[in-house]
């Protein structure tokens, strides 16, 4: 099954929801909500669309940002909203919250900087509507008219991740740190009910969790561009990253 331009989601009645987790983001998100605003007007997917922003305890002003833009220049106002709560918990547990109570067919998580263009989700849906329960999108995966910008310092944490995965068995997926997943509503339902972990790898636990359920994963090459704000160490995430497996690993293996 191979997705291209010609089996773009121009007639698709699946319903979506985008979680968008942010935190400290009054620079980045509203650039990436003009964006998915523009996308739906331009493809009329205001029926099918949903956007949740979760603002997850931010200390700058995030959630008057955002608020002042949905009741102001944005043009699909009843298709986007935000969600706040406080203190900062993490992006494993703004994703989960935002996963929760979701009424449409489909859900992804999208990061605040809009790093993958809306469009991108077209392919995500195309492969969940034919037959695969989670969709990950792929920085790493080469595809026809697929540019990725990333810089060395976010390649090498990939990389390190990556050899680390394999205590999980996950070293099949490339790249499971793209902050541009997929899933099938029952599936995610499935997956944040088990969750444990809400930091930094919770992603290695959907799909660890996904495997473990018998979903079946897809993972599709997607354009993906740098932007400015990311606050990466390749020595302190790669720990942090080690940290998290082995206690993934330590959880799933006693309990």
């Known amino acids: 099954m191979i997705y291209t331009k010609e089996s773009v989601l121009k007639n698709s009645l699946s319903t979506l929801t985008i979680v968008i987790p942010a935190f400290n983001e009054t620079k980045r998100i509203i650039s990436t909500l003009n964006k998915i605003d523009e996308y739906i007007g331009l493809n009329q997917k205001a029926s099918l669309l949903k956007v949740k922003v979760i603002n997850d305890g931010s200390l700058d002003d995030t959630e008057k940002v955002v608020r002042n833009w949905?009741?102001?220049?944005?043009r699909n106002k009843n298709c986007f909203s935000i969600e706040s709560y406080f203190p900062n918990?993490?992006?494993?547990?703004?994703?989960?919250?935002?996963?929760?109570?979701?009424?449409?067919d489909l859900v992804m998580y999208s990061d605040a900087d809009g790093a993958s263009p809306v469009e991108e989700a077209e392919k995500l849906i195309y492969f969940a509507e034919n037959g695969f329960d989670v969709v990950c999108g792929s920085r790493i995966l080469?595809?026809?008219?697929?540019?990725?910008?990333?810089?060395?310092?976010?390649?090498?944490?990939?990389?390190?991740?990556?050899?680390?995965?394999?205590?999980?068995?996950?070293?099949?997926i490339k790249d499971t740190q793209c902050g541009f997943k997929l899933f099938k509503t029952k599936a995610a339902q499935k997956i944040i009910n088990?969750?444990?972990?809400?930091?930094?790898?919770?992603?290695?636990?959907?799909?660890?969790?996904?495997?473990?359920?018998?979903?079946k994963i897809k993972e599709v090459p997607v354009n993906w561009c740098h932007v400015e704000g990311s606050k990466i160490s390749i020595l302190a995430d790669s720990i942090k990253m080690l940290t998290e497996v082995l206690k993934i690993r330590f959880v799933y293996k006693y309990n």
């Open 70 to 74: 949905i009741e102001g220049t944005c």
């Open 89 to 104: 918990k993490g992006k494993g547990h703004a994703v989960s919250y935002g996963f929760r109570n979701i009424t449409t």
């Open 142 to 172: 080469k595809g026809d008219d697929v540019k990725v910008s990333m810089g060395i310092k976010r390649r090498s944490v990939g990389f390190v991740f990556h050899m680390i995965l394999s205590v999980l068995g996950l070293a099949d």
């Open 194 to 215: 088990l969750q444990k972990c809400f930091n930094y790898a919770f992603d290695v636990e959907y799909l660890f969790l996904a495997k473990r359920l018998g979903f």
